[in-house]
């Protein structure tokens, strides 16, 4: 299984998509993450064509 950078439980925001709010990880294995944001709800994010950012809860 390919590891990937971002944990669940880890909070995140996509830079494409700031309308989107806070988005905390579901699950990830490699570059495929699953976040389920605050207003977008739960979303598949490819890390290789959409940056994830580390964020803190508001």
């Known amino acids: 299984m390919e590891r990937?950078?971002?944990e669940p439980g880890q909070?995140?925001?996509l830079a494409g998509r700031p309308?989107?709010?806070l988005g905390q990880v579901?699950?990830?294995v490699g570059?495929?993450?699953?976040v389920n944001f605050e207003h977008a709800?739960?979303?598949l994010v490819?890390?290789?064509t959409a940056m994830l950012e580390?964020?803190?809860?508001d």
């Open 54 to 57: 580390h964020a803190e809860p």
């Open 41 to 43: 709800g739960k979303v």
């Open 11 to 13: 909070y995140v925001r």
């Open 26 to 28: 579901q699950s990830a």
């Open 46 to 48: 490819d890390t290789k």
């Open 31 to 34: 570059h495929r993450v699953t």
């Open 4 to 6: 990937s950078e971002f």
């Open 19 to 21: 309308e989107w709010g």
